[in-house]
């Protein structure tokens, strides 16, 4: 079946650093949805992605979608405290989860 | 826009006995619910797809019979964990399909421990 792999599994940075992290994927997905996790809280879908190549903006945060359709990767520029938490990218309509990015941010 | 309630957003069982959670488009109707569980420290595992008028759709290894999932209506899909057992305690997260697209809305979350 179609599997998801997220990278890196976790990241520590300091306020202001810019992250990239990135979802490969065994097959070719139709749609790349990127969600944010806070603790004892629901995902928060926060980009989607439905074409090959399409570079979306969501703030300070981008997604693109690969032009392989494999892959996909999210940037977040100028982090705060707030962007905390985990990191999950999804594909296609039966939505597979990637097994998340966790973001810390050191003070 | 889209938003999704779940409730409650958490419950403490005995043994033996059966919690219904509930899962709620607000403004919104989805013919498509989706419920999740998530471990600590894990990511999202599908459970099952609730589709309105007909029974659910259950990923393999989860049991149909534990996990009763009823969908009656466009904004409602609920989830009861029937004699639920300790190793059942988990965070069950429930989400709405956006029609027409992809774009699907996470509820809260519900977590439940069974003592």
């Known amino acids: 079946g179609q599997q998801l792999n997220q990278s890196p599994q976790s990241m520590f940075i300091q306020e202001g650093e810019d992250v990239s992290m990135n979802c490969t994927s065994s097959?070719?997905?139709?749609?790349w949805l990127w969600y944010k996790q806070d603790p004892g809280e629901g995902p928060v879908l926060l980009i989607a992605?439905?074409?090959?190549?399409e570079l979306t903006s969501n703030g300070r945060l981008t997604a693109q979608f690969g032009i392989t359709r494999k892959d996909s990767f999210l940037n977040i520029s100028a982090s705060i405290p707030s962007d905390v938490g985990i990191y999950f990218c999804a594909g296609d309509d039966k939505i597979i989860f990637g097994k998340g990015t966790r973001l810390h941010i050191l003070p | 826009g889209a938003v999704v309630s779940q409730h409650p957003s958490w419950v403490i069982c005995k043994s033996g006995t059966s919690v219904k959670i509930e899962c709620r488009s607000l403004?919104?109707?989805?013919?498509?619910m989706f419920w999740y569980r998530q471990f600590p420290k894990q990511s999202l595992m599908l459970m099952a797809t609730s589709n309105e008028g007909s029974k659910a759709t259950y990923e393999q290894g989860v049991e149909k019979d534990k996990f009763l999932i009823n969908h009656a209506s466009l904004t409602l899909s609920t989830l009861t964990v029937t004699s639920a057992h300790p190793e059942d305690s988990s965070f069950y997260i429930c989400?709405?399909?956006?029609?027409?697209?992809?774009?699907?809305?996470f509820g809260p979350g519900t977590r439940l421990t069974v003592t």
């Open positions: 989400s709405a399909n956006f029609p027409p697209s992809y774009e699907q809305y």
């Open positions: 097959s070719i997905f139709n749609t």
């Open positions: 403004d919104f109707q989805a013919t498509t």
């Open positions: 992605l439905y074409k090959a190549g």
